[in-house]
């Protein structure tokens, strides 16, 4: 949990959360899903169902990872990109970079 110092004439001080302690959900994922025009259809999707088959294009793609990075701040390889199929791939991607930092 993030903590506010204020000390009255002087700087407030924060603490940060680090993401290394930061899960990651699979209803998470749907909401940054859902933030991009596939909309609330995000919310619909099991976490084995492949994101491409159910109607997310490329567009889709692209605003959702980039979503991810800057929720996470982590940076998605684009070569990983393509083998990220599922909300269960993007959970496992995002939990390995977020264990790596």
Known sequence: MDSVWDFPG??????????????VTINDLKEIL???????NAK????????RE???????????YLNIEEHYNIKVNDEDV???????????YVSD???EA
Do not use: H, I, R
């Not at 859902?34 to 609330?40: C, I, K, R, V």
């Open 34 to 40: 859902a933030n991009t025009s596939f909309g609330n």
């Open 44 to 51: 619909l999707l099991d976490g084995n169902d492949s994101l």
């Open 10 to 23: 002087q700087a407030t001080f924060y603490t940060v959360q680090t993401n290394t302690t930061m899960e």
């Open 82 to 92: 393509a083998g990220l199929l599922t909300l269960n791939d993007y959970q496992k």
């Open 54 to 64: 159910e109607g997310v294009d490329s567009l889709d793609l692209l605003d959702f």
């Open 97 to 99: 970079k977020l264990t």
